[in-house]
Structures are given as C-alpha cells and as structure tokens.
DNA sequence: TAGTGGTCTAGACCACGTG
DNA sequence: ACGTGGTCTAGACCACTAC
C-alpha cells in the first residue's frame, strides 16, 4: 500500500485531483497559477510543477505557455488523437458520424452493473446507434449508461451532435472521461447487426467492450462496439517514444 | 520541424539516446551516474536528471535508487506487462509457451520489405510458431526477420527457449525493441490455422499485425498473429493514468 | 507591462544498496 | 562509509499571451 501523502509533490497531486473530481474548476478555465498554489500549500514551485506534470502525464490537465494550466477538453480533435482506434483497411483515421437507432430506460443487468459499479438492477439508458464514415456504415454502438449519473437524458441529446459523446458528458455534466479499458474480439456477425453494417450474416466483425473511467477510476460509460472488420481495423501503440 | 538541441535537456537525451542506439551500455550494467554525466555534458544534475527522465517515461532505461540507471532488459515479467495484450475470456494474463511450426529463408515481398524498412526482394527469415496456454493452443504468430539485422539465426534459437523473442534479441544481438504498433482486425479461419488451433473452419479469429521498433523508429520484426478468439481477447488500455 | 508557464542552476537533505 | 538515485528548495532568466 502506497501512502499517497507520503512526498509533497503526491499531497498537492492528490490535493488537486480532489479539487478536479470535485468539478471546482470547468474545463475552460485556468487552474490557480503556480506561485498561488505554492503559497496555499506551503510549498516550493518546483513542487507544484512536479504535481502538475504528473496530471498532464496522464492527460488531465493541459499547460499553456502565458496562458495557465486547463482542465483537459473532450474536443473532437482530443478524441480522435487519445481515444479513437479505428481506422480505415487503408490506414486513414477520422471520426464516424453518429445516427441514432433506438434510445431505451432499462434495468442493468448483473455484468452490466457490475461494470458501471451500480446496484444490480438500477435504471440505466441503452442507447444504439449507427457510425459511418462518408455514409458508409461501419460501426454499431450499445451504449450503457446510469440514470442516476446522468439524471434527465434524453433521445435529442444523441439525435443532432456536433461535439462527441464525452464531449457532452463533460459539458452538460461536468463529467470528464480520463481513461478508458477496451477488450477486443472477434465473433460471427448476427442478423440485426449484420443488416445494419450491410454485411451477410456470420461474416467475422471486431467486437469491442469499453468501459470509460473520471477521476479516481469511477466508471462513467459501458459500451459494446461491432465493427465492419472487412474495411475497418483496430490499431494501437506500445511502449511510450 | 523541431530542434533536438534547442534545449540543453533535449540536448543530453539526443546524446543519450544516440549512445544507446550504439550499444555503448549493456542492459546489464548500470549507466554513468548522474554527476558524472553533469559534468561531462557541463550542465547541472537536474538537467541531467529530466533528460533521463524522459527516457525513463519512453520505457528505454530503468532507475534503480542506491544502484543506478539501466538500459530496461527484457525479462519475460517486462514484456507480460508492456507488450504482451493477450488475455483468456476469465481475464487471465500470462506467457504462452511456444512451439516452432518451421523455419524458413525466403525474399521479402514489397509489403514486408517496406514495413520492416530494407530493400525489396532482400533475403530474410519467415518463422511460424505455435503458441500455447496450458498446453492449449491458443495463437499461431507468423514472424518476418531482416537477415542482414539477424545474421545467422537458425531454427535453434526457436526450439527451445526460455525467454521470450525480444530477450533473445537483446541478448544476442544488443538490440532492444522499444516500441510497437499494431492493427487488429477479425477474420475467417482458413484450413491450415483452425486445424493448428483445432477450430471449426471459417470461425472468426483475431488477427493481430505487429511491427516492433528499436531507437529511432528502427524497424526489428514484423509478425501476423491468429488467435483464437471464443477463449481469448486483446486488451488495452487507453488515455494513461 | 504584467503575468503565465518553460528552462536551468546549485545545493541541502533523505532513502536505498553495496562493500 | 560511500555512492547511487529521490525529494525539495529558492531563485535567475527566457518565451509567450494578454491587455
């Protein structure tokens, strides 16, 4: 068990992750500057800056030279560049329009629940819906979410976006996704599924889980994602440089 | 276009970096302590201290207090957890053993000669492997090797190993593979890996295409990897933290 | 011009590993 | 006891943004 208060660099970490989970300062503001926070904790810039760049490491806060220091911004840019991972066969990347298929309140199922670290059996939003790329269609989302987190959602919040899902969680309420866990497989592609994507039945898709977390790992978003593997393709990078 | 040396830190890492690209330090030993090379590049510790950080975040050397600061050796324990995105449907994470299927030197086609960056129709190994958890097959990896970067390899250094292909590679070769990319799509079983897998033909399995890289975006190997994809998954895990 | 973050320094003191 | 990396400080000077 690591002591999160043990150095004073980890005391002003925890201090502001508290402060940003506590949603003290929205994403279009700048945190206090750095002599200010060396003054209210009592301690030396250098600590400050050792605190905030362990933030900006893990993509929560921003650093803008004559500016300040923001709270990270769910743009549609950030997106595509941090969390976003698919591409088309021929290596492009861009983001998907979204078509709403179907918006439902349902009960959470035991997996569900346990994923989004709910009580079995709580209100949640299913929601589905169709991305393609240039009218193409190429992925359908099941998209798990709870009521309670987020308290009057309705279809027209999915119907007509122009800003991404995390986008909207972080404008409409304050919430904003850190990070993320995907599990990736492969299975034969169901009727309903098949049809959407414009695929005969049991023709191989990319089938991926995620789940999105906020601060201090609370599960914000549940989601399954079927992907057309034939044109479009995961991708991802390891080991940092 | 940005200056490596525009800062007396980016200045140290660019040397340091270029140092290890040479193979002057051995995974092994510990490199020149940190006043030593204060003084040898006339800047103070703490510049010194943030370029080794940085390689430190970029998983190239590895920090050890009281010891001092290694090139990051690739023990079986380091590639579970940095490399190795393979996990059964339960979520357990561990090394499969691995057989070798056969041993080829064949010429590179034009895809994989530009993806391992040599000269088309150049002389290089072709390795198939089986690769099994608990005696269960489980992956079947195709592995493309440059000859000229691998002089004299041959089907010894497959057979029986007791450490994984990167440790083989930095132990006989003094190269570290440092990072990787890799695409994921979904496929059909052809004959030949469903019956290695002992899978029904056509069955959707994962196919993972993986390009490793050394200091400077050096391409080492390439390999196409089928899993078998009702019993295992990919995971990852996105945006730090 | 004032205020922000960015680089760099020189040094004190602590924690850990090795002899 | 000594050398290593780890934390923390106080301050100089630079680069950028805003007013």
Known sequence: MVKTTEFAYKRV???LT???RQNKWRHNQAIPSEPILASRYQVSIGTIRRAINELVAENILVREQGRGTFVVSHTPDYMLNVFFRIESSEGVRELPNSKLLSFEKIR???VISKKLAIKPYEKIYRVKTLLSFRNQPAIVDEIYLSEKMFPNLSESFFSDRNETLYGLFQRVYGITVLNISETIEAIPGNQY??????LKINL???CVNRVAYAYKGKPVDMRIRYIHSSKYRYFNNLGGG
């Open 18 to 20: 508290e402060l940003l």
């Open 204 to 206: 191989p898709l990319l």
């Open 108 to 110: 959470a199922s035991k």
């Open 193 to 198: 599924i098949s049809k959407l994507l414009k």
């Open 13 to 15: 970490k925890y201090a």
